[in-house]
Structures are given as C-alpha cells and as structure tokens.
C-alpha cells in the first residue's frame, strides 16, 4: 500500500523519489545521536517538485523533513517521514548583483563554494562554519549558522534579505522587509499567508507580549542564538517599536525555524567584500582553563576575525589522526587551552602592528604560558585544525563518546568565565571531565560530555545533564542554542528557557505557519522526547561479528561503523583539498559517501537477521562503488575506514555468494602475468591482438576502451657495480606490478640508490596480495602475506629498511599485513621498517645523507600527481622534496585527488564511466592544461595508466625522473 502512494508522487515528480531499504537506512541518521527510519526519500528538481511533495504530505498527513548536507547536531535531519534532499539538485547560484553586494542562491549551494565564486566579484558570505566546504546555504540559513568569524561578519540571520519559500499549503511566498501597510494587507488574504500576517501583527501589537519576549528570550547582546522561534526580533522592529531601527522581515524569523515553518527553495544574501589578505594568528598557551577563559575579554579589545578555543581533549585527539597531526606543528608542550586569535590587515606593517600590540595585552595580563604568531599557509593549517574538531571528538575508540547536547551554550561574554567556572562545578558533579571548544571570542563554547549512550544509566545522565546546563544558562540569560540549533536533543527545554507563556505563542505560531504539522515535525515545538528516537537501543547485547581480519584496534568492525558521527567531511566536493571521496565527488549521491557508507554498514550490521550479518544486498550496493583509495583512513576526523571494511565485506560476502568469473580473473590476474611473463612476446601478442584481447575482455568484464598491460621478462642481473659509502642496507622489494609490468622502473630504482651509496639487496618474484586484497579474497591473501613476512624477516638487519616502489603493494605491509599476519609482533616489527622509496630517500635527504651535489643543475617544471595509498598512509610532501633537491627542479603537487583507475576498478565494464568522470573532475584537466615541456610525475602504475588513456601523456614515476638527474 505504502509503494502504490510513492508511485502518485514518483509519476508527478521531475526528481527521484526511494523508498527502498538501503535509502531508508542512508538516511536514518545525521550528525546527531538520533536515528529514524524514514518512509522515503527525495530529491526534488526545482521549486515545483517541492509543492507536489508538500500537497502530497499535506493529503497523507506526512511529516517532511528538509535536508541539505544533514550535519545538523541536534537531530534536525532525522524524521519518520520524507526526506526532502535538496542537496543534489537545487544547487544554483542564480544572480549576483555586484551594485548592491547581493547574490540569490538555491538552497543547495556549498558555502565554500559560493565564496569561490564570488571572488572575481571581490566579495563573499561571511559566515563560516566549520563543515564550511560541504555545509549549503540551505542549511546555514535553518540553523542560524554563524562559524569562526561571526565575531566581525555576524551570523546568517544578519545576511538574509529575502527568502523565497514553500509553505505547508503548497502555496509560494517570498519573504522581505516590510512596512506596517504591507503587513496589514498581507493579513487581509483569505490563504495560509493571511492567517501567518494576521497572527503575527496581532500579537506583536500587544505591549505585554513584546515586554515577555524581552524578559524572558536570551540577552540580546548574544548574537549567536537559536532558542525558538525569533519572534523577539520582530518585536524589536520599527514597525512594533518606534524606538527601534530595525526593520521587519518575516525572513529572518525563519532563519533558525530548521524548516519547520517552511521550505527554502531560494535565498537572497547580503554580502561583504572581501577581507584583507594578509593575516596572521595569535596562539596563546595556557595551563588552565580560568585564565584563557579570562583573556578572552583581553582579546576582544583588538580587532579580531576570529578567537577560538581548543582544549587538551581536542589537542590529544590531533594525535590519533594521521592527517592532523602535522597540523600541530605550533603546540608548545602539552597545555590545557589554547586560544586562536586572528588578525587581518593590507600591508604587512599593518600586520605587524596588530601582532605586537595583541602580543603586549596578553603580556601584560601575565596568563598565558606562552604565545606564538603564525603567517601565511600556517594560519590556513591552525585553522584546519580548529575546524576538524567535531570530527575529531568522534575519534574515540569504544562506546563512550562525546556528545552533544549542552555544547551549544551561549553567554554574555562580560559572564564567560563564570558561567563555564559554574559549569565545571556542575559537571564535576556528575563525574564528568568535559570537552571544551569553540567560539570564545562570541561568548559560545561547545561543551561535551563524555557518555555511553548504549546504557541507561548514562542516558539518564545525558537527561540530567543537559537539564542542568539549561537551568544554568538560563540563569546567566544566555542562549541554550547557540548555533546548532533546538531541534531534537535541546527543543523540549524550550519552556523552561523562554517560560511557559512564550512557548505557547511559539506553538501557535507553529499552528498559523503549519496547522497540519508536516513541516519538520518533532523538533523545536512539541519536540521528540530528548532520550527517544535514540541511534542505539539501551542495553543492547551488542552483536558479535566475527571478521577474517583484525579490526582490534576499533573494537571490531561495527565500533569502526559507530565511529562515522556524520560530520560529513566525506561530502566536500573536488573542489575542496583531498580525495575523499572520489565517488561521491563524481555522483553526489550520500550513498557513494564514507558517512552513507558507514550508516549502511553499522545498520546491516546490527539489524540483519542473517547468520552471516554481512550477507546483505543493502551493504552490497554501498560499498560497490567505493574505490578503496584509502582517503577516509586519513581524511575522515574519526578514521572511519570503509576502504578495510570493504575488503572484509567482499570476503564474507564471497563466502555465501562465491564469485564471478571476473572477479576471479581479477583477484588472481598477478598469477597468470607471472606465468604470461615466461612467454612475454606471446602473451602481449595475446593481449594486444584486437580478437584475443576482445575475447579476454568479455570474460572478464573489462571496458573495451581499456588496454591490457604489456607483460615483461624481469631481469636486473646486468646492472654495473657500485661502491657502498651509505651505512644503511636497504631491501628493495620489487613488487608483482613493478617486477612484470615497469621493469625499468625497478632497474632506475636500483641505479638511483647504487649511485648515492646504499647496498641494495634486491628481493623480487613475490605476490604483496594487492590483487587478493582488492577483491576480498583473505584466505589467498593471508598466505602470501605469511609468506612474505617469513622471507623478509631474516634479512631485515638492525641497519636495513625495506623499501618498495609501487605504493599500494609496500604501504600493506604496513596496513592490511598487520590485521591478517599470523604473526602480528613480526608484521608490526617489518612495518616499523618499511618505506616507500620516495619516502626514504626524503628522511635520507633530512638526515644530509643525500644532497644536491649527486644530481645535475638544470631548470625543468615537474606537475606531481601522488597515488592515494600515499596520501592516507604516508606523506605525499616526501615525492616534492625529492624531486626539489636537483637545483633548477621546480615540482608541484597537483591537487588532483584520486585519479578514478584504482587498479581494477577503472578496468572493469560497469566502472568505466565512473572511472572516467573521476579523471576529469580534475587530473585530467590539469595534466591537458601543463605544457608539454613540463614533465608529469605519478608513482601509482594506476595513476600513469588513466593519465596515458586520458590525456595521451607519458606520466614518469618520481625515482626515474631523479635517476635521470643524477650527475
């Protein structure tokens, strides 16, 4: 029955409507602790496919629930209902008007991305939030959203001119300034909009409604402030007040209303021009959370862009994330609190100047321990680094989490420092040692307890909690919701924080926008009990999975799915820095996200029935376009790692499914290469010959488009001798790919190292298990991987390291080789020892053990693509030094993310077009656009083979192109 009513509303759609399983659990959840299933999810085309949802809702009772990125903190994004996904399509800009610094938007615009494309116009959007590269303005504008730099741009509110909406009758108002006539004859309308004018200018004329909007709604001085419906700022216009100067605009009554008076389908902003460019941050220390919470009024007297707060909690956690931890390169010690202060100006005096004088305030008031200016790219990576606090909290192994519920309190900032000295009191009190962050400079922080939402006992205590802060926020008349909104977790506290008398004007006031209740409903108003809808059952017994590989290090693989808390840094676009994730970035869909894939995975895991809980057609499709690139091991904050997760589902999968014919050529293509390579001219004659190669490509599912590789003979018994001036041996692994496909690859590899002085033990012939791996099969790879390690432990002195050249085949030895080792002491020791080539010649380079006197002095450009294996799990900064040492060598690294061939996955058939699209969301465009006298770098034999088929260039790996530099 439920089928045939989405049939009406998928018949009179132009956007796609799902009502499958797998789309109810990618969106079951957002950045919250709330999880629904919903009925159905849409993506609407235009503003006409949102009035049919609507009418369509409105005729079956249904809830909607709009959602843009669904980062929301407070539940917003979940709901029984439809999901009305506006982030797929409505994602124009639709005018800019220079004259007047205004732009309109559909609501699906990256807010990131709107300022990029501002630029030219030397203008921007000031607000800034953290999830700035993937949240939309759609969202921005239903939390009131504000970031780092409300502090001199103000929040979203402030920006908004005019908002173009769908109501709960179907019907399309815009909304604007407006003059009392304006408002009389609005009310005088026989429609929704009459009833919402006639209500408002009623209550609003009345002197004792204004008056207890003022007492009892947060201090107006609190810019950042959720609570309810804006109602006090209306009342506070010229039109209500004639000692005010404000003007009245019902728009920004509905900035903050988390969509549940209307729908958003287009936005016009007020903008400001662009900042100066020239900046610098001031990175105070502290030993104590009293005295950075007192220099913030210290601070505030300069001139600031931002002043944010990071605690030793969230410090602590940069260190568990590889991609982060080189963002910490300004931290002195290990202090309690730091304070990040930044200053803008034209000239670099102007800098100076705001440096010093901030320098001398801080100095005098003697609390910090010790203080550090930073310039130019330092400030962009500090910044990160603030900006991947969320994600980063998510970062804890185990089921306690830190959680969010009282971390969007707002205070007068003349009361900061009580307020948060009161709070500690307070959550000392229940045990808890909380997590401090955020926006010091706005009076805000973002305050986390550390709970286990699995027990009852500690959801009890994030009841008791959260109703505590708010009866000590309202005390000091601060703001319970700052900027992340009531919605769920903080919207049935709403009486309590704005009395009993405004809460029912903000239910009628509900009733006038929305008397059915569709919009959104369950949040803010007659909000979902704050310890229902919950993602996790209480007292659950907790599934026991058991996997092929060891996923100890998160507490097995379904804490690894838990880890995902749905801050969606895997939903930024190409545009932004980073690979993940490629399919995503290619496809928009959530279901291609590392978030929508752990969802999946953590629901399939829970849930299903099955005796084997990973035979799941849902799963199946999740993970079947993920390219196992690895960028999630290093890009998500949590270190959600679906590329692992993946290969352990293709195992168990294979299990109750077997495998195709395909698969299995693919997972064993090394063993007949090996074995083609004892006849390589009849084999590439094989492989070339348009017939043959046609009839392999068929049975193996392979792209037609696609090349089969050139097999080679190796042989690296001809090399010249050397002389031994290096103390460290190295074992150079020459791995399947290199070894049979770029032999001259290995032999510049082993040239390059002769030449600089290091004994070269070559060990070839062996299979790393890349291709096993790739395609699930553990039990193969297993063996390869025990027998590897066996081969390469005698030889491994005290003075060797083993060294390879094909990223994806050595980085498993420190990734895949640790969970499946029989051994994992001798996996671990080997690991401790292994490096890509690129990386050891770059630690030898930092040790003066290689220089620049061994190569030529000659002026070439270099564009550097790096392999994303290199990317999650080393350092692709270490391919630049080494090619930055020959003087006249000038090398950049293209941000190109994944190049879309991923081994098999740019072979197989199905794949193809994806494969492709990746390429040219950026490698390709940037290798056409280098001048052919410019040479293109690419370690991955991947990377070179989707550059070649792309562009037609050669791509050279990094080693060959410095064998050819040497002297």
């Known amino acids: 029955m439920q089928e045939d009513k989405y049939t009406e509303l998928k018949n009179i759609l132009e956007g796609e409507v799902y009502t499958s399983s797998l789309y109810k659990k990618l969106y079951a959840t957002d950045a919250s602790v709330y999880r629904s299933l919903p009925e159905a999810v849409v993506f609407p085309k235009n503003e006409l496919d949102i009035q049919h949802v609507v009418t369509f809702a409105s005729k079956y009772n249904i809830g909607i629930v709009p959602r843009t990125a669904g980062t929301s903190l407070a539940g917003q994004c979940v709901g029984k209902g439809i999901i009305l996904d506006v982030s797929k399509h409505m994602t124009a800009i639709l005018e800019v008007d220079e004259k007047n610094k205004r732009v309109r938007v559909q609501p699906g615009v990256i807010r990131d991305e709107l300022n990029l494309y501002l630029e030219p116009y030397g203008l921007f959007f000031g607000p800034n939030t953290s999830t700035s590269n993937r949240c939309m303005i759609g969202g921005m504008v239903g939390n009131n959203s504000s970031g780092t730099t409300s502090i001199q741009y103000g929040v979203t509110r402030d920006k908004i001119i005019s908002m173009r909406t769908v109501l709960s009758s179907g019907e399309v108002a815009v909304f604007s300034e407006e003059d009392k006539e304006s408002i009389l004859k609005k009310s005088q309308q026989k429609n929704i909009i009459g009833e919402i004018y006639k209500f408002i200018d009623k209550k609003l004329q009345d002197n004792t409604v204004r008056e207890k909007l003022y007492s009892e709604f947060p201090d107006p001085s609190i810019h950042r402030r959720n609570t309810g419906y804006a109602l006090d700022i209306l009342a506070a216009s010229k039109v209500y007040d004639s000692s005010k100067s404000q003007e009245f605009n019902l728009a920004k009554l509905l900035t903050g209303s988390e969509g549940t008076l209307a729908i958003t389908t287009e936005v016009t902003l007020q903008l400001d021009e662009l900042p100066p460019q020239k900046m610098a941050l001031v990175v105070p220390q502290y ?124 205070v007068p900032l003349n009361v900061l420092s009580e307020f948060i000295a009161e709070f500690r009191i307070l959550m000392e009190s229940f045990g808890q040692n909380a997590v401090y962050y955020a926006h010091a400079g706005a009076g805000e922080l973002h305050i986390r307890p550390l709970l286990n939402l699995k027990k009852s006992e500690d959801v009890k205590e994030f009841v008791s909690i959260t109703e505590s802060v708010a009866k000590l926020t309202k005390k000091y008349k601060g703001s319970f919701s700052g900027e992340h909104g009531d919605g769920i977790v903080r919207g049935s506290f709403l009486p309590l924080l704005i009395g009993k008398e405004n809460y029912e004007l903000l239910k009628d006031l509900k009733k006038a926008f929305d008397p059915k209740n569709i919009l959104n409903p369950g949040k803010i108003i007659d909000s979902w009990s704050i310890d229902e809808n919950l993602r996790y059952e209480v007292n659950r017994e907790e599934p026991q999975i058991q996997t092929k590989m060891d996923f100890s290090d998160a507490q097995g693989i379904l804490r690894l799915s838990e880890n995902c808390n749905g801050s969606g840094d895997c939903r930024k676009t190409h545009l932004s820095n980073g690979a993940m994730c490629p399919s995503y970035q290619a496809t928009k869909e959530e279901i291609h996200t590392t978030r929508g894939r752990a969802n999946v995975l953590r629901e399939v895991l829970t849930n299903n029935k099955s005796k084997n809980k990973f035979d799941s057609e849902d799963l199946k499709e999740a993970l079947s376009l993920c390219l196992s690139c690895k960028a999630c091991q290093n890009e998500c904050p949590s270190n959600v790692d679906i590329a692992t997760a993946k290969t352990e589902f293709l195992y168990q999968y294979k299990k109750e499914h077997g495998s195709s014919l395909s698969q299995r050529m693919f997972a064993y293509n090394i063993k007949m290469i090996q074995l083609g390579s004892l006849l390589p001219k009849m084999s590439n004659w094989i492989f070339n010959n348009k017939i043959t190669s046609s009839w392999i490509k068929q049975i193996g599912n392979i792209a037609s488009q696609r090349n089969l590789p050139r097999i080679q003979r190796p042989n690296f018994k001809r090399l010249p001798e050397y002389q031994v001036t290096q103390k460290t041996e190295v074992i150079l692994l020459i791995d399947e790919f290199v070894n049979y496909m770029a032999g001259s690859i290995a032999e510049d590899s082993i040239v390059l190292l002769r030449e600089l002085g290091y004994q070269v033990t070559i060990v070839s012939g062996l299979d790393t298990g890349r291709s096993f791996l790739s395609k699930g099969y553990l039990d193969q790879a297993q063996r390869e991987i025990n027998k590897n390690l066996n081969k390469i432990a005698p030889i491994l002195k005290a003075n060797s390291v083993l060294v390879g050249i094909e990223p994806s085949a050595i980085l498993s030895f420190k990734d895949e080789y640790i969970r499946l080792a029989d051994d994992k002491e001798k996996a671990i020791k080997i690991a401790n020892k292994t490096y890509l080539i690129e990386t050891f010649i770059a630690e030898e380079i930092k040790k003066g053990n290689i220089t620049s006197s061994s190569f030529i002095d000659e002026a070439k450009e270099i564009k550097i693509h790096n392999h994303c294996h290199q990317k999650a799990l080393g350092n692709q900064k270490d391919t630049f030094d080494i090619l930055n040492l020959p003087i006249g060598y000038k090398p950049t690294i293209l941000p190109t993310g994944c190049c879309g061939m991923a081994g098999s996955f740019g072979f197989e ?20 656009k280098a001048d052919k006298e410019v040479i293109i770098a690419a370690n991955g034999i991947s990377c070179r083979q989707q550059i070649e088929h792309t562009t037609t260039r050669q791509a050279k790996h990094p080693i060959s192109i410095l064998r050819e530099a040497l002297r």
Do not use: W
């Not at 707060?309 to 410090?315: E, F, G, S, V, Y």
């Not at 794949?911 to 492709?916: F, Q």
């Open 287 to 410: 030993n104590d959370y009293a005295s950075c919470l007192s220099d913030v009024v210290v601070a505030m007297q300069h001139n600031l862009y931002t002043c944010e707060m990071l605690d030793k909690p969230i410090l602590d956690r940069t260190n568990a994330n590889a991609y982060y931890r080189n963002y910490r390169f300004f931290i002195k010690e290990d202090p309690q609190a730091i304070l990040m202060l930044e200053v803008r100006g034209s000239t670099d005096l102007e800098i100076k100047e705001q440096v010093e004088a901030l320098k001398v305030s801080l100095e005098k008031s003697g609390r910090c321990s010790y203080v550090v200016a930073l310039y130019d790219s330092d400030v962009t990576k500090a910044l990160d680094l603030r900006k991947a606090g969320l994600g980063l909290l998510g970062n804890i192994v185990g089921d306690t989490k830190a959680i969010a519920c009282v971390e969007d309190t707002a």
């Open 909 to 928: 058939k199905d794949k193809y077009d994806l494969s492709i699209k990746i390429a040219e969301l950026h490698l390709a465009p940037a290798v056409r």
